[in-house]
């Protein structure tokens, strides 16, 4: 894409660890700290909502346990709406925020948009449901941010899911996120259109970053939270930073 809009400081989930990740309540403590764009996890409800979280099952981040049964599904992604709208999801981080529901995607894009921050939404798709969930991810953004300045970064480990994101809103930009350099991933980016590249931090250095820049592609690192890894990726030309360490480093 011409240009690059985006800040290079990116807050983790909202607030990295200081608040229950990809809740509302998290991204209003990342904004507290100065952070002007925010990391998310989207994926489907079994009725087509897009909602923020993480992991595929429910246990690590709600209450689902107690309030639907020992003998309930705990995949998200089987529950309408109507079920995952009632859970506590902030309790597990603290009692602080106890009661804390889980957000939507709709829900965070009106406090972005109102507020001028900028979005990286990683499509996280219950397994199986990776082109699908790219396309509805994908359709949804591109309505809630039509006419918007800067619209959201899309990314995905799964090549499957960005490419129902580029045939459903070509437009928006989409990065491959990589825990791993594996063959092809650089012609991979490329076939899918990515603007981007966004790698384990450890997986940078100067071949593997001039390779991607030379393709034309930002690259982009997860999860820094040392004041080392960081200084280490800025000097060598990173072009954002994704933290948990939002107490830590004043963004720029």
């Known amino acids: 894409m011409p240009g690059w809009p985006y800040p290079r400081w990116v807050a983790h989930r909202g607030a990295g660890e200081l608040a229950p990740e990809n809740t509302m309540a998290a991204f209003r403590l990342g904004a507290h700290y100065g952070y002007r764009m925010f990391e998310c996890d989207a994926k489907l409800s079994a009725d087509g909502v897009v909602f923020l979280m993480h992991d595929s099952t429910l246990e690590r981040t709600t209450n689902a346990a107690q309030v639907l049964g020992a003998q309930a599904s705990m995949v998200a992604g089987d529950h309408p709406w109507s079920v995952l709208s009632q859970l506590d999801a902030g309790g597990w981080h603290s009692r602080a925020y106890a009661g804390e529901p889980l957000a939507t995607l709709d829900n965070l894009a009106r406090f972005c948009l109102a507020n001028s921050h900028c979005l990286n939404i990683e499509i996280k798709p219950t397994p199986g449901l990776e082109q699908r969930t790219g396309e509805v991810v994908a359709r949804q953004a591109a309505l809630l941010w039509q006419g918007a300045a800067i619209p959201p970064l899309l990314t995905s480990f799964r090549p499957e899911a960005l490419q129902g994101a580029q045939q459903a809103a070509a437009h928006l930009p989409r ?66 930073i994704i933290t948990d360490r939002v107490d830590l480093f004043a963004p720029t």
């Open 175 to 240: 990065g491959l996120l990589l825990d791993t350099l594996w063959t092809g991933w650089l012609e991979t980016a490329l076939s899918l259109g990515c603007a981007a590249v966004v790698c384990n931090q450890a997986l940078w250095d100067g071949s593997s970053l001039t390779q991607a820049k030379s393709a034309g592609f930002r690259c982009l690192s997860y999860t820094v939270n040392d004041e080392w890894a960081a200084r280490r990726l800025l000097d060598l030309g990173a072009d954002g």
